[in-house]
């Protein structure tokens, strides 16, 4: 069992992934985030991702769900919060 790299602080969605998004894909989701699986990222970003763990910066990850609907998942800074949105609520 893998365990969590960091907290994700109090979780919020936007109306946009409470619409389109399953509760079941986010909280899969959710849970990928948090053991630093980021996703469909670019490498560029999966790197940033990895240095922003040892520095205590932004975190970002992007998933796809089954019926094709990508969504991005953001963890702030300081660790307070997560977002779940649509790339186009931005």
Known sequence: MTTTKFSTGNIFTTPGVARHVLLGEIASALTRHSRGDWGTVGKEDWEENELSLTHGYRLFSVYQTTSGQKFWIITEADRS??????????
């Open 81 to 90: 919060s997560t977002t779940v949105l649509l790339p186009e609520e931005y």
